[in-house]
């Protein structure tokens, strides 16, 4: 299949064209809707229901409360832990976890003396 179109074009003032002889196969895209007028109501609803679902809205309240309210000393207190500079140079730990591994029921003798697969 083939398609002719024309482009028109003028040089020194003499109108010209030049007659295009295509070959290959036409896509045409045809649109159907209607348009309404612009709100911001359900724009800031889409936006913040975007944010969330990516994470990023509890990013910008977090920096709101520590940046922008007056009281954002107790929101970084219950938010952050401090720890102490004595205890830091001091090498004293503030809290041991201890990881104990027990077996239950194993009847392997394979798994019981530890020997991997």
Known sequence: MFLRFAKYYSKDGKES????????IRLDVIVHGHAGKFTIIPTIINMVTAMTSV???SMICD???LNVIDKNKG???KKFDEV???NVETGIPM???ELTITTY???HSDLSEGVAL
Do not use: M, P
Request: aromatic share 12%; glycine share 12%; hydrophobic share 25%.
């Open 17 to 24: 064209r030049t007659l295009i002889r295509a070959y290959g």
């Open 55 to 57: 994470g990023i809205c």
């Open 63 to 65: 920096w709101v409360l």
């Open 75 to 77: 929101y970084h207190q």
């Open 84 to 86: 102490s500079e004595e």
């Open 95 to 97: 809290t041991t976890t």
């Open 105 to 107: 029921g194993s009847t």
